[in-house]
């Protein structure tokens, strides 16, 4: 969606943007069906660097969750009409950046660990934001199915989102400060 013109500041939409809240879902799917495909593969290394037992269980369980998004997904375009289609999803894609890099600038342990809870938490909190949106959108045009497994997901999310709270607080928090308190003092 391309803007073609300003005016005082403000942009005007082409032809092809979005004009109405079907638009909006529609785009809104395309984005975190991308976004969701993107997750497979940085998920796989996130956990091959975890150390955590509990860590790598939850993220275990995010792939878990992230295929069984991807189908639902899917059964949410076939139920809805909209072609399934993938729209780049930039913000998904910076979060993955930014976790590739974390993971190369880290120590192995407990630090990484928590570096890799942080960007395991950026993720869910935009797949919060994305499914409880496109959820509202849902309901408001009356796609009852799409709204019922969007739901499910968004409850998912939540829970992992929890999870990964209640991991970094039990330990993994704290052990990646003492690291860094160690480390300071033999500077």
Do not use: W
């Amino acid at each position: 969606m391309e803007n073609v013109s300003k005016k005082n500041g403000t942009d005007f939409a082409s032809h092809d943007s979005a004009h109405g809240l079907r638009d909006l879902f529609e785009v809104g799917l395309k984005d975190i069906y991308h976004a969701e495909k993107a997750l497979s593969k940085t998920l796989t290394m996130m956990m091959k660097n975890a150390t955590h037992p509990q860590l790598i269980e939850a993220l275990k369980n995010h792939i878990a969750d992230n295929k069984k998004h991807l189908i639902r997904l899917e059964e949410i375009f076939k139920s809805t009409g909209i072609r399934p289609s993938t729209k780049k999803c930039d913000a998904m894609k910076g979060i993955l950046k930014e976790t590739n890099e974390l993971i190369k600038t880290t120590d192995i342990g407990t630090v990484r660990d928590a570096g890799i809870i942080s960007s395991e938490q950026k993720m869910k909190h935009y797949e919060i934001a994305t499914y409880g949106t496109l959820c509202a959108f849902a309901n408001t045009l009356g796609e009852k199915n799409a709204a019922g497994l969007l739901k499910k997901t968004l409850t998912e999310d939540k829970k992992a989102d929890k999870t990964l709270s209640r991991i970094a607080m039990s330990s993994i928090n704290r052990n990646a400060y003492y690291a860094d308190a160690i480390t300071t003092a033999f500077m």
